[in-house]
């Protein structure tokens, strides 16, 4: 983890630009596409009103890659840095929105703009005090998938993780985890 988190900062990266690049270099490497758009999920809480609000403001940011053949890992991980500060950049932008604009093809067997999300968190682990009360983490018991292949990644105590979950009428666990090792 030390080793990805020197080699981001190295290429004047995040940990989670490096990432997204190997994710986007792994699926190029299994796809044989040249032109792949991985969804990330943002916060939606840049906006200091919107700190005091209870309530689910995620959306969506499609990450686009084009990766020629012979394409060097660091021109793809400058290509990710670029497309994710950009991405950033217009994250307010409802991802409805950008769907209602590009009009692509819409199919019932397929989320719009992308089928594959990656995710990275680095939220810092505490230990919440609060008098009287005990918390826990609660290991969540099923993941519901929503797109046909989902990459989370989590930054976490100097530790670097990684759980991929997939639509199961398109992959096996033995491909699953083929793809995740």
């Known amino acids: ?30 796809t044989g596409e040249n032109d792949l758009v991985v969804g990330v999920p943002v916060a939606g809480r840049d906006r200091k009103e919107l700190e005091p609000l209870v309530g689910f403001f995620l959306n969506l940011l499609p990450m686009r890659a084009r990766i020629p053949a012979g394409l060097p890992f660091a021109t793809l991980l400058n290509q990710a840095r670029r497309g994710a500060l950009d991405a950033f950049a217009h994250q307010d932008l409802p991802f409805e929105r950008l769907v209602e604009a590009l009009a692509p093809e819409r199919s019932l067997g397929h989320a719009p703009l992308f089928q594959v999300l990656f995710n990275f968190l680095n939220v810092p ?14 290991p969540v018991a099923e993941v519901t998938v929503r797109y046909d292949l989902e990459l989370y990644t989590e930054d976490r105590d100097q530790r670097l993780s990684a759980v991929l979950a997939y639509a199961d009428a398109l992959f096996d666990a033995a491909s699953a985890a083929l793809l995740l090792r």
């Open 1 to 30: 983890a030390e080793g990805l988190r020197t080699l981001a900062r190295r290429r004047e990266a995040t940990p989670f630009m490096l990432l997204l690049a190997a994710f986007q270099a792994l699926l190029n490497r299994c």
């Open 125 to 138: 682990s505490r230990q919440e005090e609060l008098p009287g009360v005990t918390m826990r983490a609660f």
